[in-house]
């Protein structure tokens, strides 16, 4: 469950990832169906005024390091990166994981949440700028640029500025279910989900990038409505207007993967949507969604959401109970 979040800020807090946080956690949004959070912004001592990377501008925390006690997601919002950060912070943060709370880390946030221990042996992101200086700085850990976020279950690490906004996004809707994370979007005025749903990896923005009237752009729309029949590489192209070599090169410049991988997580996200709204039986969500069998939508709804079709819909779904097995 989503319901304590603690913001760990210190001295020059980025003010706009910041923001990006208060925005999906820290306004009351219970008008629209949204749960309330308790949201809790801790610093080094509370009380005390902060410097933030805007001129003129201070932030003062309500909470001392103590707040993060009890927390479910405690996130570490971007900040100047330091070779050593303070120790009562530090181990404040590892209490808090240790506890069961899970880590979202904000562009150079990341940075703390190695020096609190976090990041070995597993893969993460941060702002692109800084990733050669992450990389070296834990040499245990694998850096990705490239992409959004990483969810590795207990710890998320978003790439820079609004890639924030998506790591959020995915938390909640991760946490909570789809219709709710979309209600926080719609307020804010931002896409959902710039592309959707690998459990380890969040990869770069798909449709919403691809040029107006390309090619390309106009498939994407086209296939929204169309995830149910069977396509192909070569049917692409055609439907296009390109050669299979040409299509596939274009198609990855544009959305940052390859078709048969956007087109899965569509389906994934499709069939995610039906689970939560119907109570179709399985084998008719996944033909809806394009999957040949039951068997084929539990596995790639396995491996992008982590979790199986039946346990998503018995968490998410509006039906009492599930129809069929998966």
Known sequence: ??????????????????????????????????????????????????????????????????????????????????????????????????????????????????????????????????????????????????????????????????AGIDACLHLVRRELGSDVANTIARRMVTPPQRDGGQRQFIERPAAEHAPDGSGVAALLDWLGDHLDAPHSVDSLAAWAAMSPRTFARRFAAETGTTPGKWLTTQRVLRAQELLERTDLPVEEVARRCGFASAALLRHHFQRVRGVAPADYRRRFGAASAAVGTV
Do not use: K, Q
Request: net charge negative.
């Open 1 to 162: 469950m989503l319901s304590h979040v603690a913001v760990v800020v210190l001295d020059r807090v980025a003010m706009f990832e910041f923001g990006t946080v208060c925005e999906v956690f820290g306004l009351d949004r219970t008008d629209a169906g949204v749960p309330a959070f308790d949201f809790r912004v801790c610093g080094p001592e509370a009380g005390v005024p902060l410097h933030t990377n805007v001129p003129g501008v201070t932030l003062t925390p309500d909470h001392d390091l103590s707040g993060l006690a009890g927390a479910d997601l405690v996130v570490l919002t971007a900040t100047t990166i330091h070779e050593r950060y303070p120790t009562a912070v530090v181990d404040a943060i590892r209490a808090a994981s240790d506890a069961g709370a899970t880590i979202l880390t904000v562009c150079s946030g990341t940075f703390l949440a190695g020096a609190a221990g976090l990041l070995d042996g597993r893969r993460c992101t941060t702002h692109w700028m800084h990733a050669d200086e992450l990389a070296r700085a834990h040499p245990a850990t694998t850096v990705d640029p490239d992409v959004l976020f990483v969810d590795e279950g207990s710890l998320v690490t978003s790439a820079g500025t609004a």
